[in-house]
């Protein structure tokens, strides 16, 4: 079992930033992909941007070149540096940890708006 706890998210105006932390808990050993998906009202989820346990990254195209995702091994944290905020980022966000199961965080709100 692994248990995953999402911090960071709030209400920024458009052009901040924000950064995620998801903190991980329980048997992480067998985890091989770590990654963040957001969910607006009324949409599906959708991958935001995920890490492979060799380090290599993948970005959702509406985010490349502005948002971050990086892990620290030590603190079994992951993050998700978000800049350039726009409005339509405005989502629930939640942290994924997928090995022989997923395991998903209860998310954080982050609200983008003047």
């Known amino acids: 079992q692994v248990q995953l706890v999402e911090s960071g998210g709030g209400l920024v105006q458009p052009g901040g930033s924000l950064r995620l932390s998801c903190g991980a808990s329980?048997?992480?050993?067998?985890?091989?992909?770590r990654a963040w998906y957001r969910q607006a009202p009324g949409k599906q989820r959708d991958l935001v941007a995920q890490i492979i346990n060799g380090g290599s990254t993948d970005y959702a195209d509406s985010v490349k070149g502005r948002f971050t995702i990086s892990r620290d091994n030590a603190k079994n944290t992951l993050y998700l540096q978000m800049n350039s905020l726009k409005p339509e980022d405005t989502a629930v966000y939640y942290c994924?940890?997928?090995?022989?199961?997923?395991?998903w965080g209860q998310g954080t709100q982050v609200t983008v708006s003047s």
């Open positions: 329980g048997s992480i050993r067998g985890i091989v992909v």
């Open positions: 994924k940890y997928v090995g022989i199961y997923d395991y």
